[in-house]
């Protein structure tokens, strides 16, 4: 008897985790791996952040803990404290703001999408060019047919398209949505300046775009998570209807706890309370309630004024660490005379930065010199560290000029 599977067609591996997988696998001395969206060490580990390893000890000797399911929109604490952060406590108001737990940022993204999809019959997407890579999947696979992309970077000043992007955003049919990144955006690091953001608001507004803004690096782009927040608060305080989705990844360090929330802002009362159960049958139908613990590290550190000054703490780590990153990298290839402007490395924000590397030269810095980059070009800057940011950059030196020495060959 035949399989039934017989004409399922294998699917393409997904570029990130194939070079994980690649790179586990390589055994040469000095490989080097910038391509994993993840912070590392200046030793080039993962890092439990301290005030995570405080939490989960008190909770492991908290006798009054158990493992009932959660409400399907998630642990309370948790959903209000995220919508805190990102909105800020002072001026928050409840009768427009609400929270839906989610499988981390995608799952919240996901939420947005169904939601949009049945709820809003959008069925036009706009994406920055380039782009996280899983957007366009997670809206093609909520039955979104049209997914546009939006200007977004410009190659020959390597930095933001803003009139590209205004002019393709006034494109927009009606009842579309855009997603927009709130800050550090992935993968080129360019963000809008806050006067920018109130042109891109603006377009939203007179085109009645339905906003959705992917908040993932929310402390990584100054290491404040306050001014992070402004592309957030600014929709808010203009009184956009609009989703954030929102993970603790990155800023926790919480990659496979999977701790995201989508937050919801809605005109009144009314309208919120109708949206939120909506989405609450959503997740009821998809994976029925999210997980606990996670959550409850992010809302012990936020509730809690100690623990949360210690968590701004780390977050400055981390972030400090990219920014060293980045100013040795920048300073090493500009000494090592590597041909090309290198200034957009310093002026890029958050953990990726776009290099302008061309595909061709980011497969010789694999297949030469066994370093794992992106074929777009974009390096993790925590990839770095000081026991191998020479050999990246005098590898990068190499493909450049031998890039150069190629095409004046062919002149």
């Known amino acids: 008897m035949a399989s039934r599977f017989e004409e399922i067609a294998l699917a393409s591996p997904v570029e990130v985790f194939a070079m994980i997988d690649e790179y586990n696998k390589d055994t040469h001395p000095d490989k080097v791996n910038v391509s994993v969206g993840a912070y590392r060490t200046?030793?080039?580990k993962p890092w439990v952040l301290p005030v995570v390893h405080t939490v989960e000890a008190q909770m492991a000797t908290d006798t009054t803990l158990n493992h009932?399911?959660?409400?399907?929109?998630?642990?309370?604490?948790?959903?209000?404290?995220?919508?805190?952060?990102?909105?800020?406590?002072k001026d928050i108001d409840y009768t427009r703001v609400g929270g839906v737990q989610s499988l981390g940022g995608t799952g919240a993204i996901r939420l947005c999408a169904d939601f949009a999809k049945k709820h809003l019959?959008?069925?036009t997407v706009y994406v920055s060019k380039p782009t996280w890579g899983n957007h366009k999947g997670v809206f093609k696979a909520a039955g979104f047919s049209n997914i546009v992309e939006y200007r977004y970077w410009k190659a020959d000043t390597l930095n933001l398209d803003i009139d590209g992007m205004i002019e393709d955003l006034k494109g927009a049919p009606p009842k579309s949505v855009?997603?927009?990144?709130?800050?550090?955006?992935?993968?080129?690091?360019?963000?809008?300046?806050?006067?920018?953001?109130?042109?891109?608001?603006?377009?939203?507004e007179e085109k009645e775009i339905f906003v959705l803004i992917d908040c993932a690096y929310q402390g990584f782009g100054t290491g404040d998570v306050e001014k992070d927040a402004f592309s957030c608060r600014h929709f808010y305080e203009r009184g956009f209807e609009y989703f954030i989705a929102q993970s603790f990844s990155k800023n926790f360090g919480l990659y496979n706890e999977r701790v995201g929330n989508l937050c919801v802002i809605a005109k009144d009362s009314d309208k919120k309370s109708k949206v939120l159960s909506q989405l609450e049958l959503i997740v009821r139908t998809t994976y029925s309630n999210p997980g606990n613990h996670g959550a409850r590290i992010v809302a012990t550190v936020l509730n809690n004024k100690s623990l949360y000054a210690e968590w701004n703490s780390c977050v400055k780590t981390m972030s400090n660490r990219i920014l060293l990153m980045r100013e040795q990298f920048h300073q090493k290839l500009k000494a090592i005379g590597c041909p090309g402007s290198w200034d957009h490395i310093i002026t890029q924000k958050g953990m990726f930065s776009y290099t302008g590397l061309d595909e061709k030269q980011c497969k010789q810095?694999?297949?030469?010199?066994?370093i794992?980059?992106?074929?777009?070009g974009r390096i993790n800057m925590c990839g770095l560290t000081p026991s191998n940011i020479d050999y990246v950059t005098k590898a990068i030196f190499n493909v450049v000029t031998e890039s150069l020495g190629e095409k004046q060959a062919k002149i």
């Open 121 to 123: 019959q959008c069925d």
């Open 42 to 44: 200046a030793e080039g």
């Open 372 to 376: 794992y980059i992106m074929k777009s």
């Open 178 to 204: 855009v997603i927009l990144h709130a800050v550090a955006h992935n993968p080129t690091g360019v963000d809008p300046t806050e006067n920018q953001w109130g042109k891109i608001a603006n377009v939203c």
């Open 68 to 89: 009932e399911y959660l409400p399907v929109a998630g642990l309370p604490d948790f959903r209000n404290a995220a919508c805190h952060l990102i909105l800020g406590e």
């Open 365 to 370: 810095l694999k297949e030469k010199y066994h």
